[in-house]
Every structure is written in C-alpha cells, then in structure tokens.
C-alpha cells in the first residue's frame, strides 16, 4: 500500500514563497506519478502540477501556476517537491500530494483519477 506524506505548509504573505514536500513509501520500480492538487474552501479540489517517476521526469502545470510554481524529485529520497513562489490569496487552499500508477501524469484531470493521497497540508497566503 502506497502512502503519502505531505510537509511545509503555513502561512505566507502575497509574493512570498514555500516549498511543499511529499514522501512517497513502498512504491515498486515501477513507473508512477505524484500529482499535487488543492482544494479551496467550497472549491473543488484541482491538479496544480504533476511529475513522473521516469528519468525523463515529465512535468505538467496547471495553467494558474505555471511560472510561478515547480515541481520536482529526489527519488534517492522517494520524494517530490512543490516550490511555489510569488504566492497569492487565491493560491490558498489544502495542498494534497496524490500518486497512480503510470508514466502519464495529467492534471487537468477530476481528482479520482488519483488512487493514493496524503492528508494534506494547509497554504494560507494573505494579502
């Protein structure tokens, strides 16, 4: 069973910055992705970026956050992590770190397309 372990949430101002991590347990060789989606309260909960497991390491934005987020990976470390930079109050939401097993890692996707999550880690950035 794949878990997932999300760190480095917290409260910011507009403009500032935060890196989000994800460690990934028991995942096989096999090839995988982690995806980080957000949900904003009374929002749905939408992919921001996404990563695969691959040397090649293929990276998809959420057209939100591109430029301003990067995703990316240690895998010595099984880990993945979201920087987000030049934050702003609609980036606030609970961040979840999500996996499935493929090379494909889409994030323009509805989030049951993901089969394994973390808990989740709360972004707050204010104005």
């Known amino acids: 069973q794949v878990q997932l372990v999300e760190s480095g949430g917290g409260s910011v101002q507009a403009g500032g910055s935060l890196r989000l991590s994800c460690i990934a347990s028991?995942?096989?060789?096999?090839?995988?992705?982690i995806v980080w989606f957000r949900q904003a309260p009374g929002k749905g909960r939408e992919g921001v970026a996404g990563?695969?497991?691959?040397?090649?390491?293929?990276?998809r934005y959420a057209d939100s956050v591109k430029g301003r987020f990067t995703i990316s990976q240690d895998n010595t470390k099984n880990t993945v992590y979201l920087q987000m930079d030049s934050l702003r109050p609609d980036d606030t939401a609970m961040y979840y770190c999500?996996?499935?097993?493929?090379?494909?890692?889409?994030?323009?996707?509805?989030?049951?397309?993901?089969?394994?999550w973390g808990q989740g880690t709360q972004v707050t950035v204010s104005s």
């Open positions: 028991q995942y096989t060789d096999s090839p995988y992705c």
């Open positions: 990563i695969d497991s691959t040397s090649t390491g293929t990276t």
């Open positions: 999500a996996a499935r097993d493929s090379a494909y890692c889409p994030v323009d996707v509805y989030y049951t397309s993901y089969n394994y």
